[in-house]
């Protein structure tokens, strides 16, 4: 079904609105999810003409890859007419008046029915602003719906967070906010629900009874690019961990939801977070390890320190690793590690679920040169660039003997089947317009994830840190793995071996 909507964007010229805003709308448009009732205001302080405006907005989705023709037709153009373009200064009510003029405008013109979505494409600093005058400006309308979409970084702490969402919240509750993380917008994140709930052999074995631990892989190859001066104030631990990694340990947790929707979803997962062990300072510094990459081996990459706009003493990570306690009832005390890094061997991001062995080896006495032996049996959920799955099982393997080795069922996605996925961007816009909030953070989950990783914080700032302390190209600090085999454990991935 279509949707109507007017769009306002802030942050009309920026990275985000071309790389992802303008060409997941035109996709939407492609698909006829966008029809004729919808426009596109687009707000940044630069005076641009509504027709520059359109060859952006035209070039935007010609460089988003998939085919260059798509820009030359008649159906991109009419896409693109749909785009008003309003300079913009956020701090002045006056220009919200302007703003309002042309919202009503625009209402009426493509019949939108009230309807607004707010996209913040912005600093966090301005999000107080801005939604203070949308309201007081009166551009919050009776008759529609009214949705603000905002992105990270949601603070740098607990207590910046709750500022931030103390200003927004004045002038939007809680059900109009649509905070983005854009791992939630990926197929396989939104699968591991899909995967533990509609499968009887794995929701049966997904427990503490059965489940021995699992560990969570945001590895990259990149460095920090040209993002040094976000980065130096981030970190890997607030980049990463406080938002990606702590969504996804929260879906692998979470108790089963009576139905699969947004409140109860979010309920769910609140839960899960809020039984995830809140360390002590002391706790936090055993159970978690830092690191920051210096060159490759070859010295052909640059450290970190040695980036554009760093500090050449930076004390800032750029990779973490560590281990999380879950007490929801069916997983109680399941370790679950995670580890994420700029800089590693490979870009992969993968769940490994590693089950326990079993109480008895029945096969023990085969004498056999060739046995590896009863393996773990691990569930290996493949998010990019794979999607799929892997489980390894043990099985008898072909000869005279009685030769136990382990076997691997394999499923991936194939090639037409990914290029058929919706972008996360795409997807995520589409669920703001249908006002469903299945795959967006609810403030409950993003204060308790903030706390979780403050102790953290807290931990590493009292103390300076030995970096560089892994090389480009690997897969981490030492610590990292130590961390694992002092629990008698390893990495299950690991693309250096
Ligand atoms: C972003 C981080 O949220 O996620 C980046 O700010 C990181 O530093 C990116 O590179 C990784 O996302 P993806 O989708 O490429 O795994």
Request: net charge negative; charged share 25%; proline share 3%.
């Amino acid at each position: 079904m279509d949707q109507r909507a007017l769009f306002i964007i802030f942050g009309g010229t920026g990275d985000l609105a071309y790389r992802k805003l303008y060409p997941s709308l035109f996709r939407l448009y492609e698909k006829g999810y966008l029809k004729e009732n919808f426009a596109v205001i687009g707000t940044a302080r630069r005076p641009w003409s509504d027709d520059h405006f359109h060859e952006v907005v035209l070039n935007a989705i010609a460089d988003d890859g998939r085919d260059v023709e798509r820009t030359n037709t008649e159906m991109a153009r009419k896409f693109a007419s749909h785009f008003y373009y309003q300079s913009h200064n956020v701090d002045d009510a006056e220009h919200y008046v302007n703003l309002k003029n042309l919202a009503d405008k625009l209402d009426a013109k493509y019949e939108l029915n009230g309807n607004r979505v707010y996209y913040l494409a912005m600093a966090p600093r301005f999000f107080g602003t801005i939604s203070s005058h949308l309201k007081d400006q009166n551009l919050l309308t009776e008759n529609g719906f009214n949705r603000l979409i905002i992105e990270k970084p949601f603070g740098r702490d607990y207590k910046t967070a709750k500022e931030l969402n103390d200003s927004v919240s004045g002038s939007f509750a809680e059900d109009q906010i649509f905070r983005i993380d854009h791992y939630l917008g990926k197929e396989p994140i939104q699968s591991i629900a899909a995967l533990r709930f509609g499968n009887q052999i794995i929701s049966s074995l997904w427990n503490k009874e059965h489940i021995d631990n699992i560990q969570v892989t945001l590895a990259e190859s990149l460095g920090v690019e040209e993002r040094a001066g976000y980065y130096e104030t981030a970190g890997a631990l607030r980049d990463m961990v406080q938002n990606h990694i702590m969504q996804i340990v929260s879906l692998l947790t979470i108790e089963k939801p009576d139905v699969y929707d947004a409140s109860h979803l979010r309920d769910k997962k609140v839960e899960a977070l809020n039984n995830i062990q809140l360390y002590s300072v002391d706790e936090a510094k055993k159970n978690f390890v830092r690191g920051q990459y210096g060159e490759d081996a070859n010295q052909t990459q640059a450290s970190y320190r040695d980036e554009e706009g760093t500090d050449e003493h930076s004390q800032i990570d750029t990779f973490v690793a560590g281990k999380l306690i879950s007490h929801n009832p069916t997983l109680e005390g399941v370790p679950v590690y995670v580890r994420t890094g700029k800089r590693l061997a490979k870009k992969t991001t993968q769940i490994n679920v590693v089950f326990k062995n079993l109480d008895t080896d029945i096969f023990h006495n085969v004498e056999d040169s060739d046995a590896i032996g009863l393996q773990d049996n691990v569930l290996t959920i493949y998010i990019e660039p794979e999607m799929g799955y892997t489980l390894k099982l043990n099985t008898k393997y072909g000869n005279q003997g009685y030769n136990i080795n382990p076997v691997h069922l394999r499923y991936r996605k194939t090639p037409e089947e990914k290029a058929k996925i919706p972008d996360a961007y795409e997807r995520l816009i589409h669920d703001a317009l249908r006002g469903d909030k299945t795959n967006f953070a609810h403030w409950h989950e993003v204060s308790r994830a903030w706390k979780l990783v403050d102790v953290i914080r807290e931990a590493w700032d009292s103390e300076d840190a030995n970096f560089p302390n892994y090389e480009s190209g690997s897969m981490g600090p030492k610590a990292a793995d130590e961390l694992l085999t002092n629990d008698g454990r390893n990495w299950v991935f690991n693309p250096l071996k």
